[in-house]
């Protein structure tokens, strides 16, 4: 087999369990509006807060109120990453067809890549409705930060399926017992990705633990953004970070894969 | 070459052995039954051999790819068919059968998926979610599925559980027809006695992960004394072997 040939046959591959995805969603209509439901609550809560701060605390509480719409939009980006990828993982086992598709020659690497095209085209369809009515109903252009808003939001991205590929091994080796992760665990993470203060508010003891998140970095480079001034060195930080934490899901999730069809896990892990 | 090559072929659950050493070649076109009570292995041999499942000692070669170190160019000329498995409930017929079209890089998808329907009785079904159809329906569809690819090995697990007599009968003539003009090599696991008689050439018994015993049905037949397999299947079951 060529090259070439191999290529066309992986990316018709991918397509396929892209193509189950979107079908899936154009016959669902409640699955549609789960994914603007609550990026669009969100923005409505924090907008109305803002907007009622601004008011009573005036010129001072708008920079103030940018960081914080910037934040709760950006971290719906990481937030629907991740769900996207573990939620689109978990359908094919609610459907308990995880069987046919692993006996196909699908690749793990192929269905991952699936699974992070289908995670993209969920955010798109759950951000960008908040990102338009924080502009129409606050005001607020979260692409006024410049085009390294691109950067934030790929990051973010990055960040949302390593951590998908940690809640996907967990399902894998402790079968829908871990589903609620799925749901849960970024928001775990939220403290310490300073989306709505710097690193340097929290606990001596605990930054560590937020500079080696990506997310941390990114929402330091959005306040600065905010403000004027692009910080490379924290989206260097950022992007050093994803890919160390990527290699380790990618390395946990083979891992756990390969442990699955070691202990038979694949055919019953919907148990 | 055989189609299906399984040599020594064990699976260890710590303590627990669910097939231990068996060793059989299926010859390409030809269709072996895996016979054996609740436990006696079928369903562990069939993960194996379809990747699903790492063996803990033995090989397994099917159209000459080892299993384990080149399994998915095996497992694009394979399929599989199990009433144990579903289809998503919530897409159509023709939306199940394009992904897995995809999935096994089928060649003239559409033109495949209206052939297999109007095979199989589905062309009226095709816009009908896979979930609201009867089990006799969702088992033709999964039939389907499991030709898309025109698979040189078919591998079905019980094919017609919980089908009504008339259905079934439906869908072992057809897989009967199927295999005779296609020339695919089938592995069936069933508990259906009759089924295994009417479509397979040769069977394997098998007890505990163990094959105790292997032959055509006319010489299981001929060495047991019985007129079918399922009197074959309770000597076993409850004596063991004419040998034991």
Request: hydrophobic share 50%; aromatic share 8%.
């Given at each position: 087999?060529t090259?070439?040939?191999?290529?066309r046959g992986?990316l018709?591959?991918?397509?396929g369990?892209t193509y189950?995805?979107l079908?899936?969603y154009?016959?669902?209509?409640?699955?549609l509006?789960e994914?603007m439901?609550?990026p669009v609550?969100?923005?409505?809560?924090?907008?109305?807060?803002?907007?009622?701060l601004?008011?009573?605390?005036g010129?001072?509480?708008v920079?103030a109120?940018g960081?914080?719409?910037?934040g709760v939009?950006?971290?719906e980006v990481?937030?629907?990453?991740?769900m996207?990828?573990?939620?689109?993982f978990l359908?094919?086992l609610?459907?308990r067809n995880?069987?046919h598709v692993?006996?196909s020659?699908?690749?793990?690497w192929e269905m991952?890549s699936a699974?992070?095209?289908?995670?993209?085209?969920?955010m798109?369809t759950g951000?960008?409705?908040a990102?338009?009515?924080?502009f129409?109903?606050?005001?607020?252009?979260?692409?006024?930060?410049g085009?390294?808003?691109?950067?934030?939001f790929?990051?973010?991205?990055?960040?949302?399926?390593w951590v998908?590929?940690g809640?996907?091994?967990l399902?894998?080796r402790?079968?829908?017992?871990?589903e609620?992760l799925?749901w849960?665990?970024?928001?775990?993470?939220?403290?310490f990705?300073?989306?709505?203060?710097p690193v340097?508010v929290?606990?001596a003891a605990?930054?560590?633990?937020a500079?080696?998140l990506?997310?941390?970095?990114?929402?330091?480079g959005?306040?600065?953004?905010?403000d004027?001034?692009v910080?490379w060195?924290?989206l260097?930080?950022?992007v050093?970070l994803?890919?160390?934490?990527?290699?380790?899901?990618?390395w946990?999730?083979?891992a756990?894969?390969?442990q699955?069809?070691?202990r038979?896990a694949?055919l019953?892990i919907?148990? | 070459m055989?189609?299906?090559?399984?040599q020594?072929l064990t699976?260890?659950y710590?303590d627990v052995t669910?097939?231990d050493?068996i060793t059989?070649?299926?010859?390409?076109?030809?269709t072996l039954?895996?016979?054996?009570?609740?436990g006696?292995?079928?369903t562990t041999?069939?993960?194996m051999l379809?990747?699903?499942?790492i063996p803990?000692?033995?090989s397994i070669r099917?159209l000459?790819h080892d299993?384990?170190?080149?399994?998915f160019?095996a497992?694009?000329r394979m399929?599989f068919s199990?009433p144990?498995?579903a289809?998503?409930?919530?897409l159509?017929?023709?939306?199940?059968?394009?992904v897995?079209?995809h999935l096994?890089?089928?060649r003239?998808?559409e033109?495949?998926?209206r052939?297999?329907?109007a095979?199989?009785?589905?062309t009226g079904l095709l816009?009908?979610?896979?979930?609201?159809?009867s089990?006799?329906?969702k088992?033709r569809?999964?039939l389907?599925k499991?030709l898309?690819?025109?698979?040189?090995?078919?591998l079905l697990?019980?094919p017609?559980?919980?089908?009504d007599?008339?259905?079934?009968d439906?869908?072992?003539g057809?897989?009967?027809r199927?295999r005779?003009?296609?020339?695919?090599t089938v592995?069936l696991?069933s508990?259906?006695?009759?089924?295994?008689?009417r479509?397979c050439?040769s069977v394997?018994?098998?007890k505990?992960?163990r094959?105790?015993d292997s032959g055509?049905?006319?010489?299981?037949?001929d060495r047991?004394?019985?007129?079918?397999?399922?009197?074959?299947?309770l000597?076993?079951?409850r004596?063991g072997?004419?040998?034991?």
């Amino acid at each position: 087999m060529t090259g070439g040939t191999a290529s066309r046959g992986s990316l018709r591959r991918i397509w396929g369990l892209t193509y189950r995805h979107l079908a899936l969603y154009r016959r669902s209509w409640p699955r549609l509006l789960e994914l603007m439901y609550w990026p669009v609550l969100q923005m409505c809560i924090w907008g109305f807060t803002t907007s009622f701060l601004v008011g009573r605390a005036g010129s001072t509480a708008v920079v103030a109120a940018g960081a914080l719409l910037g934040g709760v939009l950006l971290w719906e980006v990481a937030l629907r990453s991740q769900m996207g990828v573990a939620i689109s993982f978990l359908e094919e086992l609610w459907s308990r067809n995880l069987g046919h598709v692993f006996v196909s020659p699908i690749r793990p690497w192929e269905m991952v890549s699936a699974l992070i095209g289908i995670s993209v085209l969920r955010m798109l369809t759950g951000v960008l409705p908040a990102i338009l009515l924080a502009f129409l109903l606050y005001a607020f252009n979260l692409f006024a930060i410049g085009p390294v808003v691109v950067l934030f939001f790929a990051n973010l991205m990055v960040m949302g399926w390593w951590v998908a590929l940690g809640v996907v091994s967990l399902i894998l080796r402790h079968g829908a017992g871990a589903e609620a992760l799925a749901w849960s665990v970024l928001f775990g993470l939220t403290p310490f990705s300073a989306v709505f203060y710097p690193v340097s508010v929290l606990p001596a003891a605990v930054q560590p633990i937020a500079l080696a998140l990506p997310s941390s970095h990114v929402f330091e480079g959005m306040r600065a953004a905010l403000d004027g001034v692009v910080r490379w060195d924290h989206l260097a930080w950022a992007v050093a970070l994803n890919i160390v934490w990527m290699a380790a899901g990618i390395w946990l999730f083979a891992a756990q894969f390969r442990q699955a069809r070691l202990r038979g896990a694949l055919l019953s892990i919907g148990e | 070459m055989h189609a299906i090559q399984v040599q020594g072929l064990t699976k260890r659950y710590g303590d627990v052995t669910a097939v231990d050493g068996i060793t059989f070649s299926v010859a390409p076109g030809g269709t072996l039954g895996l016979l054996g009570g609740n436990g006696a292995g079928k369903t562990t041999t069939i993960a194996m051999l379809l990747g699903l499942l790492i063996p803990t000692a033995g090989s397994i070669r099917i159209l000459g790819h080892d299993m384990g170190r080149d399994r998915f160019a095996a497992l694009a000329r394979m399929n599989f068919s199990s009433p144990y498995i579903a289809l998503p409930s919530r897409l159509s017929v023709a939306e199940n059968l394009r992904v897995y079209g995809h999935l096994y890089g089928v060649r003239g998808l559409e033109a495949r998926i209206r052939e297999l329907a109007a095979q199989l009785d589905l062309t009226g079904l095709l816009d009908r979610p896979s979930g609201n159809l009867s089990a006799g329906q969702k088992t033709r569809v999964a039939l389907a599925k499991s030709l898309i690819n025109r698979p040189d090995v078919l591998l079905l697990d019980e094919p017609t559980a919980s089908l009504d007599p008339d259905t079934g009968d439906m869908v072992r003539g057809w897989l009967e027809r199927y295999r005779r003009e296609s020339g695919c090599t089938v592995l069936l696991a069933s508990h259906n006695m009759a089924e295994v008689e009417r479509l397979c050439d040769s069977v394997l018994m098998l007890k505990q992960g163990r094959i105790v015993d292997s032959g055509s049905p006319p010489e299981l037949l001929d060495r047991y004394g019985r007129d079918d397999l399922e009197q074959v299947f309770l000597d076993i079951a409850r004596r063991g072997t004419v040998a034991a």
